[in-house]
């Protein structure tokens, strides 16, 4: 891609990163190992970063073909020096349309919240669906801006009855800081709620099977949508 990413500069950092936040990290790879579909061979990780974890729950599942793609040049050259059967230098709303279908694609570590706008998380859970057998799983986790376990109660019921009243997209847009390796590198995504990201889902022809949250510092996994990240199972609509 000839634009270059504002990731570029985190990923020579990008493993001890990931490596602080495993707690969080490993729970999630658990709520998928114990889903995958029965006979599932192939696997697509969009947003892969540096590819490791998507390599390391690739070999989890022995899977025969598995593809990394993420939309940055410099995390691109790391997969590469995984053992992927393919690597896709893309953005998640830029896969591509191609005869091959995947068993388990899996976008993680809110990948989604990432995207500018609406239109770009519908149109890139809509060409994952595509990329998709017909039996087959996404996995995907976003940020929760109704996370009583990170916000806290009294915070996220204003922000339950807000939203209710009246919602607004923009309120959930967030800028922060990553502080890797003594340096500060300035971030932005989205955090969303509960109703938002499921009328996503259902707007790029995929439905809910599973939802859990997680907490982010813990890893304990809950049923209420209250106390952790948003985690999802879906697949296309019947």
Not at 159 to 185: L, M, Q
Request: proline fraction near 4%.
């Amino acid at each position: 891609m000839s634009e270059k990413s504002p990731y570029d500069p985190l990923a020579p950092y990008y493993r001890e990163y990931a490596e602080r936040k495993s707690v969080y990290l490993n729970a999630v790879d658990q709520f998928i190992l114990g889903r995958v579909p029965s006979g599932a061979e192939s696997l697509l990780d969009v947003g892969a970063g540096d590819g490791v974890r998507g390599m390391a729950l690739a070999r989890q599942m022995k899977m025969k073909y598995t593809v990394l793609c993420d939309s940055s040049a410099e995390m691109a050259a790391r997969c590469r020096e995984q053992d992927a059967s393919d690597v896709w230098e893309r953005a998640a709303e830029d896969l591509p349309d191609m005869e091959k279908r995947f068993d388990v694609i899996i976008c993680l570590w809110n990948v989604l919240g990432h995207l500018p706008s609406r239109v770009e998380r519908v149109g890139a859970l809509t060409k994952m669906k595509n990329l998709l057998k017909d039996q087959g799983r996404i996995f995907f986790d976003v940020n929760n801006r109704h996370n009583a376990s990170s916000y806290g109660r009294l915070r996220v019921l204003a922000r339950i009855v807000i939203d209710a009243v009246y919602f607004d997209e923009r309120r959930g847009n967030a800028t922060f800081d990553w502080e890797i390796n003594g340096k500060t590198y300035p971030g932005m995504g989205h955090l969303f709620t509960p109703r938002e990201i499921e009328s996503t889902i259902g707007e790029s022809g995929l439905r809910v099977m599973e939802r859990r949250s997680i907490d982010y510092a813990t890893g304990i996994v809950s049923d209420s949508s209250l106390m952790g990240q948003l985690v999802y199972m879906i697949a296309p609509q019947s």
